[in-house]
């Protein structure tokens, strides 16, 4: 081989070690570049925090319909929170004063409401638990939302009107006398907006009768950012959090929910019912004449609320547990009921029967509750004030 051509094959192999060399570089650098999008598109498709707001009266013990239909919500919602989600749970008082209260009694409810909500399963070191009236800023949020509230739209709000039917034990909304209607129950669903906006919130885990007024809520949301704009909107559009349970019907007229102000005792299953009340309770129940068990809410309401709450009980769905009963009576249905939701509450009972007397640690957990509330919703009144121009 001449000298020459060795010296033309060396050359050609030092190119293509070169163009390897190059080629390997360039894949190197399209994996980075591969990989540095898909992280940005992970980056972009991660899920932002939510901040998550409900509140629940202090008027009474609550009763199962409660339990199944918020409480253990709140607990689940709680389980299965991102570590960066921030949790917010209220007793709302000022809300019980909607209605005519007992002073006594409802310094008693709101110290025991607060016993519920830790017996449940509530943690205050992971959610923040406080009353909603130890906190100004809902007040003073209110009264700012209610300027820009049309009258129009408080006036189609339909729950209201329930909530004077139930409280006058009258038999539906048309038998209510709107002379009794106050100020406060015509304007709550504006704070009940207020509770929400104080700390933009973006869920809001509620009754799905509470649902046109969380579309009052985005209303009002969007009607403040765009009265009052600034850099970027103030407040979010929360969303509503549908729950899965069924609505818990009561024991007595399965046409009207279960109810802590309804006349009969023996219509409601309480927290605090010993297990000879719950069965006695719910053999009580009202069902129908028909053979078998199936799951019909419309023409069998009273059997489809049984259902509803032993599938509510199990976890399960209310038309599988229907099978498990077609050739069954009401007797072996209701004796399954009465285990499964003495099962339930059992453990809850004695943990609030155990809470309700140690004051000092309900005060503290109220105390510590409060300042947080109130840290984050400070944030947000400094903004409102500032935006409507009360600096």
């Not at 009236?133 to 007040?139: R, V």
């Not at 006398?177 to 304007?187: C, M, R, V």
């Not at 229907?322 to 099962?343: F, M, N, P, S, T």
């Not at 155990?354 to 105390?367: D, I, Q």
Request: proline content about 6%; glycine content about 6%.
């Amino acid at each position: 081989m001449s000298l020459l051509h060795r010296q033309l094959q060396r050359r050609l192999a030092t190119l293509s070690s070169s163009r390897r060399a190059s080629c390997g570089k360039k894949t190197i650098a399209r994996r980075l570049g591969d990989s540095a999008v898909s992280n940005g598109q992970a980056a972009e498709q991660r899920t932002p925090p939510r901040v998550v707001f409900s509140g629940i009266q202090p008027t009474g013990t609550p009763h199962l319909g409660n339990l199944l239909g918020a409480l253990l919500n709140w607990v689940k919602l709680q389980r299965d929170a991102a570590p960066e989600d921030q949790l917010i749970y209220s007793i709302v008082g000022w809300h019980a004063l909607t209605l005519p209260q007992d002073p006594k009694a409802l310094s008693a409810a709101r110290s025991d409401m607060l016993a519920v909500l830790l017996a449940v399963g509530l943690d205050p070191k992971r959610s923040i638990i406080f009353h909603q009236d130890e906190n100004l800023h809902h007040a003073e949020l209110a009264w700012i939302l209610n300027c820009i509230t049309p009258m129009g739209k408080l006036r189609r709000m339909t729950t209201w009107k329930s909530r004077l039917a139930a409280s006058r034990n009258a038999r539906d909304d048309s038998e209510v006398d709107e002379s009794l209607l106050n100020a406060g129950l015509f304007t709550y669903p504006v704070l009940q907006a207020a509770d929400i906006l104080a700390y933009r919130a973006t869920h809001v885990p509620v009754g799905e009768d509470q649902k046109q007024h969380i579309e009052l809520c985005r209303d009002l949301a969007d009607s403040f950012n765009r009265t009052f704009k600034g850099k970027l909107p103030l407040f979010p559009f929360p969303e509503h959090v549908i729950t899965m349970s069924p609505r818990i019907l009561s024991l007595k007229d399965p046409s009207s929910k279960m109810s802590k102000s309804a006349p009969d005792l023996n219509s409601r299953i309480l927290l605090t019912d010993s297990p000879a009340q719950v069965r006695s309770k719910i053999r009580g129940a009202v069902t129908d004449s028909t053979r078998g068990i199936t799951y019909d809410p419309v023409e069998r309401p009273g059997a489809a609320n049984l259902l509803n709450i032993l599938a509510a009980c199990e976890d399960g769905d209310p038309g599988n547990v229907a099978v498990r009963y077609l050739d069954k009576g009401h007797g072996e249905l209701k004796a399954d009921v009465a285990d499964a939701v003495e099962e339930l509450i059992k453990g809850p009972r004695a943990e609030f029967e155990r809470l309700r007397g140690e004051k000092e640690y309900l005060a503290s957990v109220a105390r510590e509750g409060v300042q947080k509330a109130r840290q984050l919703s400070e944030v947000t009144i400094r903004e409102v004030r500032a935006r409507v121009g009360l600096v």
